[in-house]
């Protein structure tokens, strides 16, 4: 049964992930998620505004998809788009 703080959007839910494996490519530092609602079109705007996709599209199954981005100031930040 999966955890209801998953789904809920207004409970912050914290994690770690060690670079490795399918995470190896992720940067040593903290990231914040923000949830979008279409990661393509997020990553594709990024894109244009000179950011640059480090990792992703990845999916995590029924859960969603995720991607992680550097801006064109070094700030990193992941991307969210929750499953159907």
Known sequence: MEDERVRNEKTP???????????????????????????ERSIEQCAVLDGELLAGPK?????GSYCVLRDPAGAVVALFEHGT
Do not use: F, K
């Open 13 to 39: 839910a914290p994690g770690i992930c060690h670079a490795r494996g399918m995470n190896a490519d992720l940067p040593p530092q903290w990231l914040i998620y923000v949830v979008v609602e279409n990661l």
């Open 59 to 63: 999916s995590m199954g029924e859960t």
